[in-house]
């Protein structure tokens, strides 16, 4: 069974850079796949901000262009995002998720994220 | 790319059917059929209940039901029950690195 997880620190101040890992267990990402960070702020929905495969290829959501990177370890099977220049607006639980052509089959249980000023 | 446009609230008594909509426009929803839906009980991740428009994953019963017309996919659910009361957002692949979700519907089961 497919399992991800989050982790990362739970409050970052504004102006500074989020830092989240995904860890993958029961999948290789060398496998295949795209793997994904998807966020949802407090009573909001879901929005996506970036893919990556295994090989390094990203894909991204436009207003995130500049501000979110994502790398993958194959060998530690993980992931990562880190999003500069956060202000409040970011503050959101953020999902770390497998997904192709829109997909989203399997998810994390997610880790809210505070940015503080 | 906006969002796709979910009604933010839906609701329907045991048994009866509700269908919640996604408009979306022919960049996304009606270029392709790689429409989902989620559903997502309060403080859990979203769970795929339907993917490529009307497939479901091994688990999910039959009674959630996906379509498609023109730039608008639709989720039905029948038969409802007490524990479908959920939130429910729909997504789309928009093409070359895009992928959408709507605003989510809160459907209530009266």
């Known amino acids: 069974q497919v399992q991800l997880q989050e982790s990362g620190p739970g409050l970052v101040k504004a102006s500074e850079t989020l830092s989240l890992i995904c860890n993958v267990s029961g999948y290789a990402i060398s496998s295949g796949y795209w793997w994904a960070w998807i966020r949802q702020a407090p009573g909001k929905g879901l929005e996506w901000i970036r893919s990556i495969y295994h090989s390094g290829s990203t894909y991204y959501n436009a207003p995130f262009k500049s501000r979110a990177t994502m790398s993958v370890d194959t060998s530690k099977n993980q992931f990562s995002l880190k999003l500069s220049s956060v202000t409040a607006a970011d503050t959101a639980v953020y999902y770390c998720?497998?997904?192709?052509?829109?997909?989203?089959?399997?998810w994390g249980q997610g880790t809210l994220v505070t940015v503080s000023s | 790319q906006s969002a796709l446009t979910q009604p933010p609230s839906a609701s329907g008594s045991p048994g009866q059917s509700v269908t919640i909509s996604c408009t979306g426009t022919?960049?996304?929803?009606?270029?392709?059929?790689?429409v989902s839906w989620y559903q997502q009980h309060p403080g859990k991740a979203p769970k795929l209940i339907i993917y490529?428009?009307?497939e479901r994953p091994s688990g999910v019963p039959d009674r959630f039901s996906g379509s498609k017309s023109g730039n608008t996919a639709s989720l039905t659910v029948s038969g409802l029950q007490a524990e479908d009361e959920a939130d429910y957002h729909c997504?789309?692949?928009?093409?070359?690195?895009?992928?959408?979700f709507g605003g989510g519907t809160k459907l209530a089961v009266l």
């Open positions: 022919s960049s996304d929803v009606g270029a392709y059929n790689y």
């Open positions: 490529e428009v009307s």
């Open positions: 997504s789309s692949y928009a093409g070359t690195n895009n992928l959408i």
């Open positions: 998720a497998r997904e192709t052509y829109g997909k989203v089959e399997y």
